[in-house]
């Protein structure tokens, strides 16, 4: 103790130096205790559990008293025990010392007042959870404080949340600060009350704590330095953390300011960030709609918008240039009341900005984020107050008083928006009887035509967090037509969908033409995006079902098409069956058939003939793509034994990843660089079980689906040779889309032995490894490789999910080994051509095929009929006479020497 003796004058003469504003000086001096400091050698007294837990509830304590006493009891209260409770006495609780040894906790006590910062990093060094509870010693938690917050840190990639703080009476004894309480919605935040707060140890402790010198805003520079180390996780305000504390009595009030105007001076010279950040989120706080906490429309206290206009400028970084229509704007406009909202990336900067115009016009700022170019409109207008919004380029000017007539024309527009499609670098508004649609410089719509209540995606209120665009419906941008005719062309459309509806086609052929045009494109599928896979409220309803077989209760239309050949006659009427209770409806391509088999004369199965429409083979079943235009599209196999969930399974899968890419059960991985269409990396059979979901590059079209919205697959992708699985596969990957062969488990889809009369063992696989029919050559001309779908993976997943856990990524199996490995720079075993026995199998044996080519050339002086050549499968995919990878790899190295020296004996021979 006498060596900590000596520390602790080194940190009263710290504190004394940055009391005075030598904060350099104080620094340098803090520095020295911390590095000699032995927090081991304090006097405690332990009495806690040896269980383990996952939180440790810190209290840092000096002269409370009987509230501390209070606080304890209310800690000990928890429905969650899954926790330990540190007491780091910082002197002055004498009085209460007998019931404070009464509790079952770790009591340090601290031989100075080491004042609140440092005592919580005494508590963080003895701390055994992995996340720690801040608490004030005079406040007392809700008895869910605990269990809230494990759900909170556990559920979603936060490294730190603080709570709300409520008043222990009502009326409260003194008016608490606007940060107290930000409402029922989670918000992003600073941690701005230390005394109501969790945070990951581990990070605590790498970012050093908190600043031992700060009494006041210590929580804002903390905050500083988990960004600036750890930029991509969250930091938000989490109302189910409650707790009851008193604001400071009026006598104590003064000092309290003034020791928070002293930590603000530190701060702006140490941490500059820190003081960007605290002034960013009080003006953020303090001009958020309503003055109260920011709720989405989604709330249940969401309140009309009122009569007026929302003026919304669309600025980037730099707001200078929106001077010059501030400046325009109150010189000209009449029209009251009016609000002109504009983010502010650099709350000073913008504040210099507007501060001009403030008595003339009321300005809101706005987080930049809320004014992201990526931020759909709908997001955007829901910040808005009044009932008409105003969309403008920072580079607008006004040139007159327009908005009185542009509303006039509001009013009387069908449409409910009117808009410019100018391209000059500066829009001038002078005239408002130009109004065609849109290239986003000026826009003017009703709220409520943005808004839409009914596609308004309804959430939770505990998981609504304000800054994530997810959250909020996506608006469609118009294409460029004139008003008028956009209202006669949307009533064509409604007579022809109603048209559409009407005609239900039952046990008849269809027939329309076979090229068709899908004019959905890849990224009209995200129309809204969640924090967590528990907000993918439609997936959750699918899983959380009691019945999972039959037609999923989805509002989409689900149709499946198929294309059956003569030969397989006996196992259509058991496939249709199987799949008849699971489909809106079923289409069967018929090709080579005589006449039409009984089975497909039946409610909700239609089909098509090759005999009015050719023999188009597999690629038939796809010949009914224009049957949904916003739904679900099946390809199926005229060979398989479908499960009676499997609809209810694929779709749900489906909506797993938010419709957005296609599944399959049947899948397969390319080996790069691919030299031959069967080398694989791996392959997950459709008879196989998967544990979890994989990634994969090659479908099979035979146990396939997709969202139309998602992949603008067309019946002309087949021509001129079907190749259905390479070229659905190709398709995706021009999309940018992963392919994903879903969880299942063993024989989940049996096939039936169907064609005994095979063609002397050559069947259609077997023909199809003797001349794979420019497969190769088509599969070669795109990139397979991992480095390219570790992006596309990575896209997809922070689109939809873009703060999932851990936990939720195992517990509804998504392919965590591959997002992991790309997490960590690394390639996944299956992907990983220098791990893979099958790789080097079939690389084997596409080099074996081709030496026996070459010697048949050689010896005969002319090509080989292939068929001759290769009689039967084995022929063609030589076994492999050993089950060791750096064997066959030696082999295969030896078989290519023997390639390239028959090559160069041959290219002698024609020369």
Request: charged share 25%; with cysteine.
């Amino acid at each position: 103790m006498t060596q900590n003796q000596n520390v602790f004058t080194i940190f009263e003469e710290a504190r004394r130096l940055y009391l005075q504003e030598r904060f350099e000086e104080a620094r340098e001096q803090m520095a020295v205790y911390r590095q000699s400091v032995d927090y081991d050698s304090f006097p405690k007294q332990d009495k806690r559990s040896q269980k383990s837990v996952h939180s440790s509830v810190i209290i840092v304590s000096f002269n409370a008293g009987t509230a501390l006493v209070q606080c304890l009891e209310s800690v000990f209260k928890q429905t969650d025990t899954g926790f330990e409770v540190i007491l780091i006495d910082n002197g002055g609780n004498e009085a209460v010392s007998q019931q404070l040894a009464d509790f079952p906790m770790l009591w340090v006590s601290s031989p100075i007042n080491l004042l609140p910062s440092e005592g919580r990093n005494v508590g963080g060094h003895f701390a055994r959870g992995d996340r720690l509870i801040f608490l004030d010693d005079d406040a007392t938690m809700d008895s869910e404080y605990v269990s809230n917050a494990r759900e909170a840190m556990e559920n979603h990639d936060f490294l730190a949340i603080r709570g709300r703080i409520l008043p222990s009476v009502n009326p409260p004894k003194a008016q608490p600060p606007l940060h107290y309480d930000l409402g029922v919605y989670p918000l992003p935040t600073v941690l701005i009350t230390e005394g109501n707060m969790v945070i990951q140890k581990q990070e605590f402790v790498s970012v050093g704590g908190f600043d031992p010198l700060l009494f006041g805003h210590e929580g804002v520079e903390l905050t500083s330095r988990c960004l600036q180390k750890f930029p991509n996780r969250g930091i938000y305000y989490w109302p189910k953390l409650v707790i009851n504390h008193d604001f400071v009595s009026a006598e104590k009030l003064e000092a309290k300011k003034a020791r928070q105007t002293l930590a603000k001076k530190y701060i702006k010279v140490v941490s500059p960030l820190a003081g960007f950040l605290s002034e960013e989120y009080l003006i953020w706080y303090s001009l958020r709609p309503e003055g109260s906490a920011v709720e989405p429309v989604s709330s249940k206290n969401d309140k009309a918008a009122t009569e007026g206009v929302s003026i919304i400028v669309r600025a980037g970084e730099d707001i200078r240039p929106v001077k010059k229509f501030l400046g325009s704007f109150v010189r000209y406009n009449t029209h009251k009341p009016v609000e002109i909202l504009i983010p502010a990336a650099h709350p000073q900067e913008a504040l210099s900005v507007i501060k001009p115009f403030i008595p003339r016009v009321l300005i809101r700022l706005l987080p930049p984020e809320i004014m992201s170019s990526q931020a759909p409109i709908s997001k955007i207008a829901k910040t808005a107050r009044y009932e008409q919004v105003m969309f403008l380029n920072e580079q607008a000017v006004f040139e007159g008083d327009v908005l009185p007539g542009l509303l006039e024309h509001l009013s009387s527009s069908q449409l409910g928006y009117i808009a410019s499609n100018t391209e000059n670098d500066q829009l001038k508004i002078q005239d408002y009887s130009f109004h065609k649609l849109i290239k986003g410089l000026f826009f003017l719509s009703h709220k409520q035509f943005i808004t839409d209540p009914k596609k308004v995606e309804k959430l939770p209120a505990n998981i609504v967090v304000y800054d994530l665009l997810r959250h909020f419906s996506y608006t469609q941008k118009f294409i460029a037509q004139e008003v008028e005719n956009a209202s006669s062309k949307r009533q064509k459309n409604q007579k022809n969908e109603a048209k559409e509806a009407s005609s239900q086609i039952t046990g008849v052929e269809t027939k329309y033409p076979i090229h068709t045009k899908n004019s959905k494109t890849k990224n009209d599928f995200f129309h809204s995006k969640s924090l967590t896979i528990n907000e993918n409220t439609e997936y959750m309803n699918l899983i959380n079902n009691s019945k999972k077989t039959g037609r999923p209760p989805v509002r989409e239309k689900i149709i499946a098409g198929m294309a059956t050949i003569p030969s397989r006659l006996n196992t259509l009427p058991q496939v249709l069956e199987c799949l008849k209770p699971q489909f809106d409806h079923i289409y069967v391509y018929l090709n080579g058939h005589q006449k039409v088999p009984e089975c497909v004369r039946q409610d909700n199965v239609s089909y098509a003939w090759s005999k009015n429409h050719g023999d188009l083979a597999a690629a038939g079943k796809f010949f009914f793509l224009p049957e949904v235009k916003d739904g679900y599209y099946f390809s199926v196999d005229d060979d398989f034994l479908y499960p009676e969930n499997y609809s209810y399974k694929m779709v749900t899968t489906l909506k797993k990843y938010k419709d957005a890419i296609p599944v399959c059960v049947h899948g397969s991985i390319f080996g790069e660089p691919l030299k031959w269409y069967f080398e694989r990396t791996a392959v997950y059979s459709s008879l196989h079980g998967l544990q979890h979901d994989r990634f994969i590059t090659l479908l099979g079209t035979g146990t396939f689906a997709f969202h139309t919205n998602s992949l603008n697959l067309d019946f002309d992708d087949f021509y001129p040779t079907p190749m259905c699985d390479l070229q659905v596969s190709a398709k995706a990957r021009k999309n940018c889309l992963p392919i994903i062969s879903l969880a299942r488990e063993s024989n989940w889809l049996q096939q039936i032995e169907s064609d005994p009369n095979k063609d002397a063992g050559l069947d259609y696989w077997n023909k199809m490894l003797i001349d794979d029919n420019g497969r190769t050559v088509v599969a070669q001309k795109y990139d397979w490789s991992f480095s390219c779908y570790q992006k596309t993976v990575l896209d997809l997943m922070n689109k939809i999910y873009p703060e999932i856990s851990d936990r939720e990524l195992s517990e509804h199996l998504f392919d965590f080994e591959f997002i992991k490995a790309v997490e960590l720079g690394k390639i996944p075993k299956d992907w990983n051509p220098e791990l893979s026995f099958l790789f080097y199998k079939r690389k084997y044996q596409f080099l074996s095929r081709q030496l026996k080519i070459l010697s048949h050339i050689k010896s005969q002086s002319s090509t080989p009929d292939l068929k001759k050549l290769f009689s039967n499968r084995k022929k063609i995919l030589v076994p492999v006479k050993t089950d060791n990878l750096d064997e066959l790899k030696k082999k295969t190295r030896e078989i290519s020497e023997q390639i390239k020296k028959l090559e160069e004996t041959l290219g002698k021979i024609s020369r």
